[in-house]
T-cell receptor, first 113, second 117 residues
Framework: GQQLNQSPQSMFIQEGEDVSMNCTSS?????WLWYKQEPGEGPVLLIA?????ELTSNGRLTAQFGITRKDSFLNISASIPSDVGIYFC?????????????FGDGTTLTVKP | NAGVMQNPRHLVRRRGQEARLRCSPM?????VYWYRQLPEEGLKFMVY????????ESGMPKERFSAEFPKEGPSILRIQQVVRGDSAAYFC???????????????FGPGTRLTVL
């Protein structure tokens, strides 16, 4: 089946620093989604990307849909303690009407005040 | 507009018992997805349902697991004769699947954490 490689697996940063994480796939996706999950909760959608090359922002978050359609990255600028959590990328396959998502294994972000 | 609701939030079962997990999608959403998450891992797709229809169950084990989304009421994920390996967090997501930019966006519930003793 399809696999997403998400990196890094974890990050420990100082408050105020910028963060970058990415996902790569062996398959083409037509949609990339970025989620944040906090302990004991479900994933919350942060950004959705629908076109190759698309760059979309949501506050301090910026995500891009790679030109090859096989990768995506998420940047967080000027991190704050509430950014702590697990960030997941998810891709949806080309030519499917099922809409099911394939998830990466997550990037755990720790922000030190 | 209430979000996706799941209950129970925590469920403890002994080996061999049945587990029933419920999911009420967001208002206006008629597409429901179930995912399973093991510790330290991402979510794994199990099944996709529309009202009264299973569209894709390619991620669901063939035995002991079943899902339904009746015309009235919540979607149910049912696990019969549970084993320790079924212990996981089970998440439900709903989607409007209407035309437009949000076509593929899925909104998740808080999950049900199943523990099999």
């Amino acid at each position: 089946g399809q696999q997403l490689n998400q990196s890094p697996q974890s990050m420990f940063i100082q408050e105020g620093e910028d963060v970058s994480m990415n996902c790569t796939s062996s398959s083409i996706f037509n949609t990339w989604l970025w989620y944040k999950q906090e302990p004991g909760e479900g994933p919350v959608l942060l950004i959705a990307l629908y076109k190759a090359g698309e760059l979309t922002s949501n506050g301090r978050l910026t995500a891009q849909f790679g030109i090859t359609r096989k990768d995506s990255f998420l940047n967080i600028s000027a991190s704050i303690p509430s950014d702590v959590g697990i960030y997941f990328c998810a891709g949806q396959l080309e030519n499917t009407n099922a809409g099911k998502s394939t998830f990466g294994d997550g990037t755990t972000l720790t922000v030190k005040p | 507009n209430a979000g996706v609701m799941q209950n129970p939030r925590h469920l403890v079962r002994r080996r061999g018992q049945e587990a029933r997990l419920r999911c009420s999608p967001m208002k206006g959403h008629s597409h429901v997805y179930w995912y399973r998450q093991l510790p330290e891992e991402g979510l794994k797709f199990m099944v996709y349902l529309q009202k009264e229809n299973i569209i894709d169950e390619s991620g669901m084990p063939k035995e002991r697991f079943s899902a339904e989304f009746p015309k009235e009421g919540p979607s149910i994920l049912r696990i019969q004769q549970v084993v320790r390996g079924d212990s996981a967090a089970y998440f439900c997501a709903s989607s409007p699947r209407t035309s437009g930019r949000s076509y593929n966006e899925q909104f998740f519930g808080p999950g049900t954490r199943l523990t099999v003793l």
